[in-house]
């Protein structure tokens, strides 16, 4: 009996090990978004947005004045499935993670590749909400920019 009872209790702490952290589990979605969109999987990048999911970009007009531009996430999707795979390659790092109940916020540097020349790089700001267990991205918004890069 005390064998099995080891043997139960080693099962049960080694599998703590491997629990998700809400960080870990909000991650998750930011890489799989990547992963979505190297892939040209619209599919894939669609489950990571809420429904009523938002999208800007901070980005200086022609005449250096700050913009901000709106854009459909289902549109983006849209772009991004005509993409060859491999085209669209954001690398991004991991600043800050914040998680509190359902919300949660992120804080990615990135390079942005596209065909495997250097694009542009900036800071993506994710909100996420957990609903129905499930977090998914409510809010995106990003600055670009070609100088000032890491």
Known sequence: MRKYFF???CLLFSLQGFSQ???DSVKM???KLFAAMKNGDS???TQCFADSAIMQTIAKNKE???SIRNEDFHDFAKQISKLPKGDADERITYDMVKVDADLAIVWTPYQ???KGNFSHCGV???HLVRINGQWKIQY???TRRKDNCI
């Open 7 to 9: 043997v139960t209790a």
């Open 21 to 23: 952290t809400p960080t």
């Open 29 to 31: 979605v930011v890489n």
């Open 43 to 45: 599919l894939m990048l």
């Open 64 to 66: 250096g004045k700050v």
């Open 112 to 114: 942005f590749y596209y």
């Open 124 to 126: 993506n700001s994710f």
């Open 140 to 142: 995106l918004i990003d």
